[in-house]
């Protein structure tokens, strides 16, 4: 018997189908369902730098080219550059007209220089002849794209595409609530005109748009291109003064191929994200603000609120046999949980209740590019995966109690006499199962089983928001076990 302590040996179904660890699952204290990181909306929070922890909203973000003016990465080794200080004297030459036009050099004051330095690969920006700065932070000279202006007129240009198919967009949806008796102009209802709604989206007017598409000229296939110079096949090649193909890209403007032209990277930003569940656009998580923080204000994981399955060990899977299999379950909750081991077709199917989308909440949706998700509808149908055998559900209610961390430092468990439970800990249980594997099972294919739990669920959503539920609820959820391979005898 083997333990098999790594998380990913059983996985739980996603409401949207996918198999996942319960570590990158969340559960959605609204709809009550789990949800993955594919069933889920990703939004950007904030922007901010790793190495200086400064932060910025997205709009300078967006200015900035999401990166951060003050640090910089090595162009070699992409570690992250240092700044270094070092004395220089600055020399003053002067004619003395005394000494027969004798040059005499004076000394000043020693001065502080600095330049970059990478303490991974020791490349400094002297080695590229960057000058080295009076002041620490910034002031690196920066190299401008050559094909800067070419990249303005493109992106001037898909603006103006965007903005003409919002438009386009705007009117069929129009006409659409027009048909239905439901006519109702953006500008009646919410004030909107159409030139606000294009400021909200970010995009310009619609005069400069127009012209921006008739004025902008397609790029040209050309027939001829550069030859390559005569001795590419035949000089000898120095790999210290080349560079290699992720320093090239690193720069996407200007591509080095030689390792003098290597010039600091400005360090990318990072964001931090907040998740939303997309069937009712509540929070699933939300971190702080402040880019130093790793809390998170809002943290909807399925680990704090569904039944872990962890496998403690079972017997080898033999076609048409039976083996041991021990589990552990966990209530991760604050409240006492009741539950029960299912076949996965006993679970109830979810009675459908469908909530009409309101006229604005379309329209408004149709204004809102970045937030547009009525084509990413989570996908409630569920088949489940192909399983070699099946757990016998044992037909008992089980009592999990709360979570209670100080429980955790009791070395006792108690060993209940039950055939069921082998033993019991605050709020873990050990359950002595059987699987029991289908005649067909070809040897060595992977050998999975799939059970099916029934849980109640407290559900803590302050009254306010949960007047109008019920607090307590049963809930189910479907778990494939990995049992190895099916042996072959
Ligand atoms: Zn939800
Ligand atoms: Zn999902
Ligand atoms: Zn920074
Ligand atoms: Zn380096």
Redesign the pocket.
């Known amino acids: 018997m083997a333990y098999l302590t790594q998380p990913d040996y059983v996985k739980y179904i996603c409401s949207c189908g996918q198999l996942k660890p319960i570590t990158s699952l969340y559960f959605c204290r609204h709809c009550l369902k789990i949800r993955c990181g594919f069933c889920i909306c990703h939004e950007v929070d904030s922007h901010?730098?790793?190495?200086?922890?400064?932060n910025m909203p997205s709009s300078e973000a967006r200015l900035k080219k999401n990166r951060?003016?003050?640090?910089f990465d090595c162009p070699s080794c992409f570690h992250t550059l240092s700044t270094r200080a070092t004395m220089a004297q600055p020399r003053q030459v002067v004619q003395d007209p005394a000494a027969g036009g004798d040059t005499k050099v004076e000394s000043k004051q020693p001065k502080k220089m600095y330049y970059l330095s990478c303490f991974n690969c020791r490349w400094t920006s002297r080695d590229v002849g960057i000058p080295d700065q009076p002041v620490a932070s910034g002031g690196w000279p920066e190299r401008t794209n050559p094909h800067a202006a070419r990249v303005n007129q493109l992106l001037e240009y898909y603006k103006a595409i965007a903005l003409q198919e919002k438009q386009e967009k705007i009117e069929r949806e129009r006409k659409k609530f027009n048909i239905r008796g439901k006519y109702i102009t953006l500008t009646d209802k919410t004030g909107l005109t159409g030139a606000m709604a294009r400021n909200i989206a970010g995009l310009p007017s619609s005069e400069s748009s127009s012209s921006a598409i008739a004025s902008f000229v397609p790029s040209q296939a050309k027939e001829e291109v550069e030859e390559l110079p005569e001795d590419i096949f035949t000089k000898e090649v120095n790999l210290n003064q080349i560079t290699s193909m992720p320093q090239r890209l690193a720069s996407p403007e200007w591509q080095p191929s030689s390792v003098s032209r290597l010039h600091p990277l400005a360090?990318l930003?990072s964001v931090k994200r907040s998740q939303r569940c997309r069937a009712c656009d509540h929070n699933l998580t939300k971190p702080e603000y402040n880019p130093g923080s790793i809390k998170f204000k809002i943290e909807l994981l399925a680990y704090y609120h569904v039944p872990e399955v962890k496998i403690i060990s079972h017997e080898p899977v033999k076609p048409g046999g039976k083996s041991a299999l021990l589990l552990k379950l966990t209530n991760p909750t604050g409240h006492e949980m009741q539950l029960r081991l299912l076949q996965p077709e006993d679970i109830p199917p979810p009675e459908e209740k469908e909530e009409p989308k309101s006229i604005e909440k379309s329209l408004e949706r149709s204004l809102n590019l970045e937030k547009d998700t009525s084509s990413l509808k989570p996908m409630e149908v569920v088949c489940p995966p192909a399983a070699t055998s099946r757990v016998r559900a044992p037909d008992a209610t089980l009592t999990l109690a709360q979570r209670d961390d100080a429980a955790e430092y009791d070395d006792d468990a108690q060993h209940d006499t039950n055939d069921i439970i082998m033993w019991r800990k605050s709020n873990k249980l050990a359950l002595r199962l059987e699987v029991e594997t289908a005649e067909g099972a070809a040897g060595g294919a992977a050998a999975a089983a799939l059970v099916a739990l029934q849980y109640s669920y407290r559900n803590t959503v302050p009254p306010a928001a949960a007047a109008a539920q019920p607090r307590d609820h049963t809930l189910y959820t479907t778990v494939l076990l990995d049992l190895g391979t099916v042996s072959s005898n």
């Open positions: 901010y730098c790793a190495n200086c922890l400064e951060c003016s003050s640090c360090k930003l």
